[in-house]
């Protein structure tokens, strides 16, 4: 990526710039990993600690809450405050939250205190995550983006925002391996994701400490960006290295005409992915009758095959077929609508794999088809604050999208998955319609 860089925009010879570029992608790897892959074992130890399976959707829908409502605050607070020290107050309340809700969940497996009472910790320490968390990407994209010349900007940001996309993919992958037995004459067990993703966030925060210049400012004009909750199924966008790159010269409202039919299917389409994602442990568990900590493997496999669907159409189909932003979103609510439907009645371990990997990859195209369709219906000057509302409906689609999910689940195994189906199928017909007013082409010099 560097390699026509003697120096960074800093004045940063090509060697430290590598090295921090490196070090910063692991930050956001981090970060993303260590969420989704406690995010994944929790239905498992919900229901080993026998604690509704809507109170472990809303541990999930609170910190992402917080983390939609902090992420502009911290954004802007890293252009005014310096960024490695947002990125150190980030990984802070990363580290400092996995580590209590670690200790939280070991004291429930251990009987120590009771299944309610260890959740109600655990959703102490959620909060620090969500509240804290997301002070750290915004703060790693202007860093780079102060290293790098503004022909290589784009790319730069866009390389690190797949590190965020790869750590949505990572966690839940290696989650099942990271359970421990007993330490000490304690049972760790299915809290072994939380204490390593602890460990691990410490040693990135030592070295980020230790490793990036105090002096690194980003370059003036440079920002970050808020970026979306890190979450199963919530793959990047690419809205956010927009919203980072451009200057907001003109504001744009969620409600303006222009942009108003892609942001109700853009929630629509995260309501969908997040009740269906968030349900998915569960229904493995219920589907194939086996106890919760025999479930990690077969739900890591799930998740596993439907995040390489939507990677398979973002990074393979999408560029192949050339589809415009209209067609992307038709034909991902047909395949998504259909595997979401074919998900909720599966009975076996393959049919559930093979259909939450159709409905994955459908989502694959509707994702970027919004981000696109968004960005395509205004000017150069719009760009920045539609990237914006991009972002921010991504996030708040895992706001009450898991606890709505998981509710329809408790009434019906299948409820949460017919009910996405039926929403996504019914939008392709509003689409239709909504999607017929000329497209304003943004200026390629932008």
């Known amino acids: 990526m560097y390699d026509d860089l003697t120096e960074g925009a800093d004045g940063a010879t090509k060697p430290r710039v590598e090295r921090d570029f490196l ?46 409502v902090s992420a502009p605050f911290w954004a802007n607070r890293s252009d005014r405050h310096g960024r490695r020290a947002m990125i ?15 200790l939280a969940l070991t004291a429930g497996i251990n009987g120590w205190i009771g299944g309610t009472a260890a959740f109600l910790a655990f959703i102490v320490g959620r909060l620090l995550y969500g509240s804290f968390g997301s002070a750290a990407p ?32 990572l966690g839940p992958a290696i989650a099942p391996y990271l359970t421990l037995g007993h330490v000490g004459g304690v049972e760790i067990g299915l809290a072994g994701p939380a204490f390593f993703g602890a460990v691990f966030g410490a040693c990135i925060f030592i070295a980020v400490h230790r490793m990036l210049p105090n002096d690194l400012v980003a370059a003036p004009g440079t920002h970050g960006a808020a970026i979306a909750y890190p979450s199963v199924g919530g793959q990047s966008s690419g809205a956010s290295v927009t919203a980072a790159t451009h200057i907001v010269s003109e504001t744009v409202g969620y409600t303006d005409p222009r942009i108003r039919a892609w942001m109700i299917m853009g929630l629509i389409m995260g309501h969908a992915q997040a009740m269906t994602g968030q349900a998915i442990g569960f229904l493995v568990i219920d ?8 479930a990690l493997q077969p739900t890591g496999l799930v998740l596993m095959m439907g995040a390489g669907s939507a990677l398979l159409v973002q990074w393979g189909l999408i560029p192949i077929l050339k589809l415009d932003p209209k067609r992307m ?46 960005s395509l219906a205004v000017g150069p000057a719009a760009q920045g604050s539609v990237a914006g509302k991009v972002t ?30 039926g929403a996504l199928l019914l939008t392709i017909f509003y689409a239709w319609r909504a999607l017929r007013a000329p497209i304003i082409l943004p200026d390629p010099t932008i």
């Open 329 to 374: 979103v038709l034909f991902g609510l047909v395949l998504a609508g259909i595997g979401t439907a074919l998900t909720g009645i599966a009975t076996s371990l393959y049919g559930i794999a093979l259909a939450y990997a159709l409905a994955s990859a459908g989502f694959g195209f509707t994702r970027p088809g919004f981000t696109a369709g968004s």
């Open 88 to 102: 150190l107050l980030g990984l802070g309340g990363f580290t400092t939250s996995l580590l209590l809700c670690g």
């Open 287 to 294: 589907r194939l009758h086996v106890a919760p900590i025999e």
């Open 138 to 169: 915004p703060a790693v994209q202007a860093l780079v983006a102060g290293s790098t010349s503004r022909a290589e900007r784009t790319r730069a940001l866009t390389l690190l925002g797949s590190a965020f996309g790869l750590g949505t993919i």
């Open 392 to 421: 921010s409906v991504n996030g708040a689609s895992f706001v009450l999208g898991p606890s709505i999910g998981v509710g329809l689940y408790e009434a019906q195994h299948s409820l949460p998955y017919l009910v996405a189906s």
């Open 23 to 68: 070090l910063l992608f692991v930050v956001m790897l981090t970060i993303a990993a260590g969420n989704t892959a406690l995010q994944s074992v929790l239905p498992a130890l919900g229901r080993s600690l026998r604690v509704p399976d809507s109170a472990v959707a809303a541990a999930f829908s609170i910190s992402a809450l917080l983390w939609v």
